[in-house]
């Protein structure tokens, strides 16, 4: 089995951007696609990517995903910050079984 | 409309058992496989327990293996979660989700039910 490793909170102004990383220990990013979840408070989790950088319908722009090889891990962007993006944020991916990053408290100041 | 609802929540002493069930709606059923995904009261989530669209391959979180049982009936359109040998530390809110595939370990979950909490206390 593998493990995510996500960092723990990461804050950032309105309209700026910010980057949270995932990263893979055991086996390659590349494997298996991974996916991301928002989560508000008192919400159920929805995906804003999946598949390493897809959006799903509905998703802004704004959210975006990529894979690096060389450093082993996903990252989730989110640019031209919205007070409404403050929530939480878990990467997910899969092999045998399926595994969820510890999450990451956005907080948008 | 895709719904997923879930049920069979309480309270539980440590040692006891628990069947959750999730009731799926709006869709065909047996066309995915199903997740249990469990949130500890201000923790993050976490892989409980997987199945295949039809029950013929099933997965667990090593934290919940032997213990945890899933299981589904295409019939009734439903999903279920026998627990047993509870410990507090099973305490959290579990979701039910939809796989976007057959399988349950292939890819993320697009549906998600509004969660049936479990404690576990003396």
């Known amino acids: 089995n593998f493990m995510l490793t996500q960092p723990h909170s990461v804050s950032e102004s309105p309209g700026k951007t910010v980057t949270i990383s995932c990263t893979r220990n055991g086996g390659s990013i590349a494997s298996n696609y991974v996916q991301w979840y928002q989560q508000r408070p008192g919400s159920s989790p929805t995906t804003v990517i999946y598949e390493d950088y897809q959006r799903p319908s509905g998703v802004p722009d704004r959210f975006s995903g990529s894979i690096d090889t060389s450093s082993n891990s996903a990252s989730l962007t989110i640019s031209g910050l919205q007070t409404e993006d403050e929530a939480d944020y878990y990467c997910q991916s899969y092999d045998t079984s399926v595994v969820f990053g510890g999450g990451t408290r956005l907080t948008v100041l | 409309e895709v719904q997923l609802v879930e049920s069979g929540g309480g309270v539980v002493r440590p040692g006891g058992s628990l069947r959750l069930s999730c009731a799926a709606s709006?869709?065909?059923?047996?066309?995915?496989?199903m997740t249990w995904v469990r949130q500890a009261p201000g923790k993050g989530l976490e892989w409980v327990s997987g199945i295949n669209w039809n029950g013929g391959s099933t997965g667990y979180g090593d934290s919940v293996k032997g213990r945890f049982t899933i299981s589904r009936d295409n019939a009734k359109n439903s999903l279920y979660l026998q627990m047993n040998s509870l410990r507090a530390e099973d305490t959290a809110l579990y979701y039910c989700?939809?796989?976007?595939?057959?399988?349950?370990?292939?890819?993320?979950?697009?549906?998600w039910g509004q969660g049936a909490l479990v404690t576990v206390s003396s």
């Open positions: 989700a939809r796989g976007v595939t057959a399988y349950y370990n292939g890819g993320r979950f697009d549906y």
């Open positions: 709006g869709f065909t059923f047996d066309d995915y496989g």
